[in-house]
């Protein structure tokens, strides 16, 4: 037996005797998702087991370093980790930010004591981290973002407000782009990490068309950041967001795995298939779904290689949100009436056209497609001008 | 296995990617042999130089001479033919042609396999009965005459078939039209009594045949593999092209892209330069994800087949339907960009469209395979 051999063996083993039963059970709502956080909401009991008993094993990040609450996996080990957990229909023992976005970049520009004390929390689902980038004025644009932070020796005063941060009212702190000179556009950006509950911070849900709140604005009124909590240079941040983006898109485009990769055309004929056209367009759909599946797992076997284009991660994206649309159009086509229920609990409250409404956001958050498609046209192609 | 080339297969591609471009450049075999109205549509020299780099037999056993290697390797030479626009027999002859004859005896192999490797024959494959692919319905006969077959019928879109020294022929020994079983695979040769050539120029230059067979009489040596049993042998020769067609479509893909990309860098309008404008940069940034996805598609695809995977089928589907999306989008949009030089025989992108659409329409275009990958998924 070869050692990724054994390791599988001892993977199999361990999620068999660790893994509740409840928790192999697919993930049907928010409420099933463990998000973690010093208010954590389980839904049961089994849950926390479930967060806690990974969290012992760095099994919540199971590549991290273990120095760092990881359990010091190697892609190829971290890879049959993933394999054995869907081999059995195990849930994320944790979700989070942190995991995603935060942790990736500390673990690059974060100091030694900053790993041990942010990537230990986050990794034990004892902190919930939300991401303050966007603002009213910057979007697409947003390095042109205004939230100032007022140097005052030992600390800044933060002023201003970002939009669209993802489950503000329920996380415990933000990794925020703060403007520290406004002489310099790019280099005058920090990257600023603080607690949500700081006096002078406050959150505002935003109500969207799936009719749930998952952004929120947030205002910050004269809010005191120590300067030990800085990651990366002072001006520096534009730095830490670039890379912190590129996460971002990898794992909004679907590159990793999950459901939006599948072809969609047989779960939908379950359900009888009547229309010859709509049949058509399905098996279209499916053709690039699978087309794409084969890029998402070249992309990941080029990645591990440095053979992967820096910029690819925008295109993965670009196609992977656009993919995930058109699939919850078809979805919602094959559905009919019933899809279009908006409470009912035949449709778990509404789940396919909330479920559709939401992947509107896909080719929005993190970069619009056209941003993209910007970023593809100067750095892979080196089109003039762009 | 992960899906990009071994570095073996990275050593082939860079040999690969030179010949073809010094030796198999559009000027010096595509243009000249359809301006000197060459009635094989290629040239023999450049056959010949196959052979000496050993690409002629890379899917051959290494007992019959052949490097063994897989589609993987011959997909590798099939991206470059397709980037260079190279007429070669080399899809029909060392792909589909020497994957069926794999599956015949050692006196067949022994009877055409040489020549094939040293770059003297030729292979064709007469599998088509009519304008669109439909190997699923084979009406050509071969009846039972003495110790032989007598073989009654017509074929269709046979490429090279004029110019080929043995035709492979898909033929009904048994059963009804639409019956899986009772298909027979025969090797014909050119010269054999009662076979006569429709021999067409198509719109890209090269040269199909459709074939007419009155009564051809086939000594029972002419067999491939097992008489009756042929369908799962014609299925891998019908695989090998197609996975052979989607790898060169991916190259034609690219070869009008990289002169696209190229023109937009330096055509100026309203004094910039015409790849300066956001409308154009937006439209080849896509064109580049969907060639992206493309390849992807066609290199597990054949690392599949190679495998013997029972997935192969529903991936070489999708792959040739993703290849020949993509590759279209690519001609088009070449064409498009290019203005109204792009319409001039004089510029080599009108070149590439008209490939595209005689590789799209060879083993199945894009609709036939969606539709297999609809079936092959269960509705």
């Known amino acids: 037996m070869s050692d990724l051999d054994a390791f599988r063996a001892e993977i199999r083993a361990w999620l068999e005797a660790n893994c509740p039963a409840e928790m192999r059970e697919p993930v049907r709502d928010e409420g099933d998702v463990c998000w973690g956080g010093r208010d954590a909401q389980f839904k049961n009991e089994a849950q926390k087991t479930w967060m806690d008993r990974c969290a012992a094993k760095g099994y919540t990040v199971p590549d991290w370093p273990e120095a760092y609450g990881g359990a010091g996996m190697s892609p190829a080990q971290a890879k049959i980790w993933r394999e054995e957990c869907a ?69 800044w005063v933060v002023n ?41 911070v406050t959150t505002k849900p935003i109500k969207l068309i799936s009719g749930n709140s998952p952004f929120c604005e947030t205002f910050f009124d004269d809010v ?59 098996a279209q759909f499916d053709v690039d779904a699978l087309a794409y599946a084969c890029m998402g797992e070249k992309f990941l076997d080029e990645a591990k290689v440095g053979k992967a284009h820096p910029a690819q991660p925008n295109m993965m994206k670009y196609v992977g949100t656009e993919l995930n649309k058109r699939r919850h159009e078809l979805l919602m086509a094959a559905g009919g009436a019933t899809a279009l229920e908006w409470d009912s609990e035949r449709t778990s409250g509404g789940t ?35 | 296995m992960p899906l990009y080339h071994t570095e073996d297969q990275a050593m082939l591609a860079d040999t690969v990617t030179g010949f073809m471009a010094d030796e198999g ?38 007992a019959d001479g052949g490097l063994a290697m897989g589609h993987v390797e011959a997909g590798i030479v099939l991206r470059e033919i397709g980037r260079n626009l190279t007429p070669s027999p080399f899809l029909t002859t060392s792909v589909m042609g020497v994957t069926a004859l794999s599956g015949g005896s ?93 021999n067409l120029r198509l719109v890209d230059s090269a040269m199909a045949s459709n074939i007419t067979f009155d009564n051809v009489e086939l000594d ?69 994800s969907e060639l992206e996805i493309a390849e992807a598609a066609v290199i597990k695809a054949q690392q599949l087949l190679d495998g013997n995977s029972e997935k192969a089928d529903l991936m070489v589907s999708v792959a040739k339907a993703k290849a020949a999306k993509a590759c279209n989008l690519s001609v088009r949009e070449g064409v498009q960009m290019h203005g109204g030089v792009g319409m001039t025989d004089e510029y080599d992108i009108g070149l590439y469209m008209k490939r595209d659409r005689s590789l799209s329409e060879f083993m199945g275009d894009q609709y036939y395979h969606a539709e297999r990958v609809a079936q092959l998924s269960g509705y």
């Open chain 2, 106 to 198: 050692e006196d067949l192999r022994g009877r055409w396999l040489p020549g094939v490797l040293a770059g003297d024959s030729v292979l064709a494959l007469a599998i088509d009965e009519g304008p669109k692919h439909r190997p699923e319905r084979i009406a050509c006969k071969a009846e039972k005459a003495g110790n032989g077959f007598r073989l009654q019928g017509r074929k269709a879109f046979v490429v090279q078939g004029a110019s080929a020294d043995a035709i492979i022929v898909a033929a009904r020994t048994s059963g009804s039209d639409n019956d899986a079983d009772g298909i027979t695979l025969f090797a014909v040769p050119k010269d054999a009594s009662g076979v006569s050539h429709e």
């Open chain 2, 25 to 62: 450049a559009i000027k010096q075999q595509l243009r000249h042999f359809r301006d000197i109205n060459c009635q094989d549509g290629f040239g023999h020299a450049l056959w010949k130089q196959f052979a000496e780099m050993g690409l002629t037999g890379m899917l051959a056993a290494e």
């Open chain 2, 220 to 288: 029972g040596d002419c067999v491939i593999g097992e008489v009756d049993g042929g369908r799962a042998l014609l299925n891998k020769v019908i695989n090998a092209g197609r996975i052979g067609a989607a790898a060169e479509l991916t190259g034609v893909g690219q070869g009008a892209f990289d002169i696209t990309t190229a023109y937009l860098k330096t055509r100026k309008q309203f004094g910039q330069l015409i790849g300066e404008f956001q409308a154009l940069q937006h439209r080849a940034a896509h064109l580049y």
């Open chain 1, 87 to 155: 081999h059995i229909g195990a849930r994320p023992p944790l979700s989070s930010f942190g995991i995603w976005m935060l942790g990736p970049a500390l673990l690059k520009f974060g100091t030694e004591e900053q790993k041990v004390h942010y990537l230990g929390q986050i990794a034990r689902g004892e902190i919930r981290w939300c991401q303050g980038y966007s603002e009213p004025g910057s979007g697409s644009d947003l390095v042109s973002l205004q939230t100032f932070g007022e140097d005052k020796g030992d600390h």
């Open chain 1, 224 to 282: 005191v950041v120590p300067k030990t909590q800085i990651v990366g240079e002072l001006n520096r941040g534009w730095d830490v967001a670039k890379y912190l983006l590129g996460h971002e898109r990898e794992m909004i485009s679907g590159a990793g795995g999950g459901d939006r990769l599948n072809a969609i055309g047989a779960v939908v004929a379950r359900n009888g298939l009547e229309d010859p056209i709509l049949r058509a367009e399905l």
């Open chain 1, 352 to 386: 396919p056209s909330r479920s559709w409404l939401r992947t509107k956001a896909n080719s929005i958050e993190g970069g619009t497609s056209e941003v993209m498609l910007n970023v593809v046209a100067k750095r892979i192609l080196e089109l003039p001008g762009a």
């Open chain 1, 160 to 200: 201003g407000q970002k939009i669209w941060t993802s489950y503000a009212d329920k996380a415990d702190w933000i990794f925020c782009l703060v403007r520290t000179d406004k002489a310099n556009k790019y280099q005058g950006i920090s990257f600023l990490l603080f607690d949500m509950a700081t006096p002078g």
